[in-house]
């Protein structure tokens, strides 16, 4: 996991609201979200380390631990460089730093020169790093060894379903970013919203259902929507299902039901 996605998800599932943190902390909220999407480039870059630095601070987890993640990612190169080499080029930069101090010619220019020289760097270390895809989904994506690693059984409910018919649209929309899991015992099918998504995906899923035991894991129940329905009947579980936090949503039949496990963190 990407070090600002683990912060995030310690944010959320202790349910520190990033507007709080904004409040107390005076941070523009389009700032904090852009710290927790490592969209570093969209803040400017002097503030990018106070900025960080305050949020690590309101969240409650080691500040130097964070800010020596924070550092090793900006320094990532995408030509391959490693990190030693970028200590080697920092070394070079301290050399020449101490060599214009012992000519005395730190005058004011030279102080405006090197400012906007490394501010420059800094923006372009940032828009070398692009995030893939595949870190977006990483970030979404909730496993079944998560749910018995992080999260506790909150509560289980069994409904019935009877007046379903078969065969069954199961229709999921996510008004948030979101990740959806649809399995049984032999295969399954993964589902991502984004909220700045890198494709076009919609955030409507619809699956049919054949009557067969199915599972589906969803990462987040809020602001959300879940319907079944066939030729002659509809349901709709949405107000059932929400949760902050991780739900399992198991459909059966003989006779037709829907189990519903709410899970919270653990401690």
């Given at each position: 996991?990407?070090?600002?996605?683990?912060?995030?998800?310690?944010?959320?599932?202790?349910?520190?609201?990033?507007?709080?943190?904004?409040?107390?902390?005076?941070?523009?909220?389009?700032?904090?979200?852009?710290?927790?999407?490592?969209?570093?480039?969209?803040?400017?870059?002097?503030?990018?380390?106070?900025?960080?630095?305050?949020?690590?601070?309101?969240?409650?987890?080691?500040?130097?631990?964070?800010?020596?993640?924070?550092?090793?990612?900006?320094?990532?190169?995408?030509?391959?460089?490693?990190?030693?080499?970028?200590?080697?080029?920092?070394?070079?930069?301290?050399?020449?730093?101490?060599?214009?101090?012992?000519?005395?010619?730190?005058?004011?220019?030279?102080?405006?020169?090197?400012?906007?020289?490394?501010?420059?760097?800094?923006?372009?270390?940032?828009?070398?790093?692009?995030?893939?895809?595949?870190?977006?989904?990483?970030?979404?994506?909730?496993?079944?060894?998560?749910?018995?690693?992080?999260?506790?059984?909150?509560?289980?409910?069994?409904?019935?379903?009877?007046?379903?018919?078969?065969?069954?649209t199961i229709r999921f929309k996510s008004n948030i970013e979101n990740y959806i899991h649809f399995y049984d015992n032999f295969s399954g099918k993964e589902f991502f919203v984004?909220?700045?998504?890198?494709?076009?995906?919609?955030?409507?899923?619809?699956?049919?259902?054949?009557?067969?035991?199915?599972?589906?894991?969803?990462?987040?129940?809020?602001?959300?929507?879940?319907?079944?329905?066939?030729?002659?009947?509809?349901?709709?579980?949405?107000?059932?299902?929400?949760?902050?936090f991780p739900v399992e949503v198991i459909l059966k039949s003989n006779p037709y039901s829907i189990t519903i496990k709410k899970y919270l963190p653990k401690n």
């Open positions: 996991m990407i070090f600002y996605n683990k912060y995030k998800k310690f944010r959320i599932e202790n349910n520190i609201d990033l507007k709080d943190i904004s409040k107390r902390t005076k941070i523009d909220l389009k700032y904090l979200r852009a710290l927790e999407k490592g969209k570093f480039a969209d803040i400017p870059p002097v503030y990018v380390k106070l900025f960080f630095k305050a949020y690590i601070s309101e969240i409650g987890v080691d500040i130097n631990e964070a800010l020596f993640e924070l550092h090793s990612f900006l320094n990532q190169k995408s030509n391959g460089k490693s990190f030693n080499s970028s200590r080697d080029d920092q070394s070079k930069d301290s050399n020449f730093l101490r060599k214009v101090n012992s000519e005395n010619l730190f005058n004011s220019a030279v102080f405006v020169g090197i400012a906007l020289f490394l501010i420059y760097l800094s923006i372009s270390v940032n828009s070398n790093y692009k995030i893939s895809q595949k870190d977006f989904e990483d970030e979404l994506r909730i496993t079944k060894s998560d749910l018995i690693e992080y999260y506790t059984l909150r509560s289980e409910e069994v409904m019935s379903i009877e007046s379903i018919s078969n065969p069954v984004f909220e700045d998504s890198l494709i076009n995906q919609a955030n409507t899923f619809t699956e049919q259902w054949n009557g067969q035991e199915k599972v589906f894991l969803i990462a987040n129940t809020v602001d959300y929507e879940l319907i079944l329905f066939s030729d002659d009947s509809y349901a709709d579980f949405s107000k059932n299902i929400i949760n902050d």
